[in-house]
């Protein structure tokens, strides 16, 4: 079971952690079976625990390492939106750990391009 924040307990739900998911992933080489594993690691990432009960917090926390390995440009986005990044410095923190640890070359091409692009918008 799922601990919202309000208190409330739900089923864990793969298909709410592919809708949320999902959203970070639009515009990117991410198929539906690609989700549906992402989903089913985070399952088995929570179920592993053993705990009959988790807070939501753990499932969002749970998505952050098999999305990264996915699609970094789709985890710098969950991310972001996740753990309420509000500076500049909170994208370019993350970016460096992006790229001090890379998953695999294209995700960092990806990182590094993006990141560039984002440096020209801002000078302009």
């Given at each position: 079971m799922i601990i919202k924040r309000s208190g409330a307990t739900e089923p864990f739900s793969r298909e709410k952690v592919i809708s949320g998911v999902s959203k970070a992933c639009q515009g990117r080489p991410v198929n539906d079976d690609d989700l549906a594993l992402l989903a089913?690691?985070?399952e088995e990432t929570l179920r592993s625990d053993g705990?009959?009960?988790v807070e939501a917090q753990e499932v969002g926390m749970a998505i952050l390492a098999p999305l990264r390995e996915l699609d970094q440009i789709a985890y710098l986005r969950f991310a972001s939106v996740y753990r309420s990044f509000s500076t500049l410095e909170d994208f370019e923190g993350e970016i460096a750990l992006l790229r001090a640890?890379?998953?695999?070359?294209?995700?960092?091409?990806?990182?590094?391009?993006?990141s560039n692009n984002a440096r020209k918008t801002l000078v302009n």
């Open positions: 089913q690691r985070v705990q009959a009960e640890a890379p998953s695999n070359t294209a995700n960092s091409q990806a990182v590094a391009n993006d």
